[in-house]
C-alpha cells in the first residue's frame, strides 16, 4: 500500500467532510459530501475492497444525490427557491468541489494502473460482504433501514399539502 497516496486520499476526506459541517449552504454542502464519500472508496479499493469501493460509490454517493434532490423537489418553495437555485449553480460554487475530485480521479487511475490492492491476500469480495452484512451486522442493516425510513416519512410530511375549504393549497406545518 502507497501511504503518500493515502494521506493524501484521508486528507481529502477529513477537508471536504469538514467543509460539509461548516457550509451554510445545502448544495454546497451535498457536493462536498459526494467528495468525501468518493475519497473513502478510494480508501477501500486501496485497502483491497473494491466491492465495498463500489457500493460507497453506487449506494452513498448516488443515492444520497438522488435523495437530496428528490427532497429538493418535494420541498417545493416556489420561486424564491428557483432563484436561489440558480445562485447555487453558478461555475464558481463547484471549483472546490471539482479540484478535490479531480485529486482523487488522479489517484484511483494511478491505482487502477498499479497494483492497487485488488487481488492481494486480503481482498474482500461481494461474498464476505454480504455473509458479514447479514450475520454479525445484521442489526445495524436494519437500524440503518429504520433510519432511512423515518427520514422518508418525515421529508413527506414536510411536504404534504392540504387543501382548504375556498381550494387554496396549503402546506402542512
Known amino acids: ?19 460539509v459541517i461548516f457550509n451554510r449552504n445545502a448544495v454546497h454542502a451535498l457536493l462536498y459530501l459526494i467528495v468525501s464519500l468518493l475519497s473513502v472508496a478510494v480508501i477501500f479499493y486501496q485497502y483491497g475492497a473494491p466491492f465495498a469501493a463500489a457500493l460507497e460509490v453506487i449506494v452513498y454517493a448516488g443515492a444520497i444525490m438522488v435523495l437530496m434532490v428528490f427532497v429538493i423537489m418535494m420541498l417545493n418553495q416556489g420561486e ?3 432563484a436561489q437555485e440558480s445562485r447555487w449553480l453558478q461555475p464558481r460554487s463547484w471549483i472546490g468541489p471539482a479540484i478535490l475530485s479531480a485529486v482523487l480521479l488522479v489517484q484511483l487511475i494511478w491505482l487502477l494502473g498499479g497494483d492497487g490492492g485488488e487481488g492481494s491476500p486480503n481482498s474482500v469480495g461481494p461474498k464476505e460482504v454480504g455473509i458479514a452484512l447479514f450475520s454479525r451486522y445484521i442489526l445495524a442493516v436494519e437500524l440503518a433501514s429504520m433510519l432511512l425510513l423515518a427520514g422518508l416519512v418525515g421529508a413527506f410530511h414536510l411536504a404534504r399539502q392540504r387543501k382548504t375549504d375556498g381550494g387554496e393549497v396549503e402546506h402542512a406545518d
Not at 3 to 10: D, R, S
Open 1 to 19: 500500500m502507497n501511504f503518500a497516496i493515502f494521506y493524501l486520499t484521508a486528507t481529502i476526506a477529513t477537508l471536504s467532510t469538514a467543509m
Open 80 to 82: 424564491a427557491a428557483v
